[in-house]
């Protein structure tokens, strides 16, 4: 049970950070403090830092550095117009997805009643 | 050393053992994870103040709920299948027992050759090689298959390892 829940748990990261990107820029503590407050999903700052950097290598974030009023400079993540669409065909597919598993559920429950 | 100069050395420090767990990864994706870090760290010092000075307890308190840096170098959770250390464990139990079969019976039948009913002393002393090298494989692969109970491959080499010693001790007496 863990494992597929692990699993699970990292095929959704992607996944989660692009829809709250989706929502508006923002820049890291903020997301990460977004991201943490879903607790099933257990993310933390070693799995999203990574996963930003990555997104921005691949053209789905853009970031705009700016002046913080402590420490060092902000860096905001934003979608580009790539990860727009990706974000798109990713919520597309998981209604698909959630329909289907609810459907094979139903029918599952169904059959044994 | 001031306060400042001492946190400053508190984060540099935490960054830098970041920086050691980060493996092969290219410099400029190491420098923006370790900048990413550091405001990290600004930012949930800042949240924690309200306004007053930051003290190097404020500083210990953020850092201890953060991700420790071991846990930069390793796939993020869920990365890693999991149970893969005990699969491996596993596997490398069950080679060691079919393995010590296989070379103390390839021993057992040179030792068989070579050893003639004439010979003698240090030449018949070689045939304790082969049942020494069998029973020291076969334990070995029972230890590692009970450490690795939870994956196939360690239950495939106790049983494996239980039945060749059990046989082989029945074989004997």
Known sequence: ????????????????VLNVLSKGESYGYELV??????????????????????????GYVRVRVAVSGFGPPRRYFSLTALGTRRVQEMNAYWDDLCSSVGTLRKRDMKENS | MNTETELQRRVQDFLD??????????DDEKRELLSDLESHIHEALES?????????????????????PESYGEPAEGQRPAGSGKRTLGLTALCISLGSLLVAM???ALVYILVSPRTSGLLEMMTWIPAFLFFA????????????????????AVI??????????????
């Open chain 1, 1 to 16: 049970m863990r494992s597929w829940v692990t699993q699970l748990r990292k095929g959704l990261l992607e996944f989660c």
């Open chain 1, 33 to 58: 403090r977004r991201l943490e407050g879903l607790q099933e999903l257990a993310i933390t700052e070693s799995t999203v830092y990574p996963i930003l950097n990555r997104l921005r290598k691949d």
């Open chain 2, 17 to 26: 053992r970041v920086a050691a767990h980060l493996g092969p990864a290219p």
């Open chain 2, 48 to 68: 924690r103040l309200s306004g007053r000075k930051a003290a190097p307890e404020d500083l210990q308190a953020v850092l201890a709920e953060m991700d420790p």
């Open chain 2, 106 to 108: 390839l021993l057992a």
């Open chain 2, 137 to 156: 494989g076969q334990i070995t692969a029972l230890v590692l298959g009970i450490l690795s109970w939870s994956s196939p491959f360690g239950k495939a």
């Open chain 2, 160 to 173: 494996t390892s239980s039945a060749l010693i059990a046989l082989t001790v029945l074989l004997a007496t």
